[in-house]
């Protein structure tokens, strides 16, 4: 064999190689899916190998009707991934120093959260009615789209409004402080109004495609809780409730892990008639919340237009808080 042959087979083999290991391969690529199951996976959200490497047994089982096969799909797009080795604690501390952060454009209170808000992450913001979580999130929309030298990633958000309080006017007031032109600012947000607890989790499932074809480092949800509270009021619907929010949030956080994008979901608060010392409010949503959120950041009204924001639960921030204001150019120090 000629050396001009081994040096072409060489590198077909190492192309043939990079398409093996890339987690945007085509999900049809994958072995035991052919045209008519890669259809039916598309339909549902899953796209790629990626998608599917990151499904349920479960989930698949639902779409292609055989528990046993779904099982087998996704032992091969795992594989290919290399999502089966331990890896060591140094190669997960290397990972990390590569995620990525969105500033909130409020100095402190990206110390409080060490650098801003992270991808691959679900950062949650509790607080009541007022408290400022709304306004942070349109903040957030328009810092995404700055550079990275200032505290953005040069993206674009996707925003999902569950109750009518997004208002693209303020967007414009956010941008043109940050010297943003204010209808490119607005163009750069997908957004999508919520109208069900089913039809959000639907949204959530399209905004895969979104993600994929554009530019996206930015997911919000505001708020999470609404309409699961509304259709499902009592402790006799409670759980079937956390049952359906358990695999919302749970699509939330694997669509951050696949994606490295940041989500920012926001979540309200409820009365304990039987505390009588200390805060009588505590988050909606139970466990699920609590345990499906990897950071989570409370707020809560001071004087005026001044806000606090304290760190009530995070794998390794310490317990904090800062003060910022709310002004007509957004949230400031």
Not at 9 to 20: F, G, S
Not at 251 to 263: E, M
Request: charged share 25%; with cysteine.
């Amino acid at each position: 064999m000629s050396s001009k042959k081994k040096k072409t087979d060489a590198e077909a083999a190492q192309v043939q190689a990079a398409v093996e290991v890339s987690p945007d391969l085509d999900v049809e690529e994958l072995e035991g899916v052919g045209k008519v199951t890669g259809a039916k996976l598309k339909e549902k959200g899953f796209y790629t190998v990626k998608d599917v490497a990151f499904a349920s047994v479960k989930e698949l089982a639902e779409i292609i009707g055989n528990e046993e096969r779904a099982l087998q799909i996704i032992e091969a797009a795992r594989k290919m991934l290399g999502l089966h080795s331990f890896i060591s604690a140094l190669e997960v501390y290397e990972r990390r120093k590569k995620i990525r952060r969105i500033s909130t454009g409020v100095r402190s209170l990206d110390e409080l959260l060490g650098g801003g808000i992270e991808t691959r992450a679900v950062t949650e913001v509790v607080g009541e009615f007022g408290s400022g979580k709304t306004q942070l999130c349109h903040q957030l929309a328009v810092m995404v789209q700055l550079p990275e030298e200032r505290g953005g990633l040069g993206a674009k958000a996707i925003y999902i409004d569950t109750e009518n309080t997004f208002r693209p006017e303020r967007i414009m007031q956010m941008a043109r402080a940050r010297g943003l032109d204010p209808d490119q600012a607005l163009n750069n947000i997908f957004y999508a109004r919520a109208y069900s607890s089913d039809h959000q989790m639907i949204l959530v499932e399209h905004a895969k495609s979104i993600v994929k074809q554009h530019n996206v480092a930015l997911i919000v949800v505001d708020s999470v809780i609404a309409h699961f509270r509304s259709e499902f009021p009592g402790r006799e619907n409670l759980a079937e409730r956390q049952q359906k929010l358990n695999k919302h949030v749970a699509d939330l956080l694997r669509l951050a892990d696949a994606y490295d994008v940041a989500v920012v979901i926001t979540n309200q608060v409820m009365a304990q008639p039987d505390v009588f010392f200390g805060n009588p409010l505590r988050p909606a949503g139970g466990n699920i919340l609590a345990h499906g959120a990897t950071y989570r950041l409370w707020l809560r009204k001071s004087k005026e237009n001044i806000r606090i924001a304290k760190i009530f639960d995070s794998p390794y921030h310490p317990e904090g808080e800062v003060s910022f204001r709310i002004t007509e150019e957004g949230l400031i120090d």
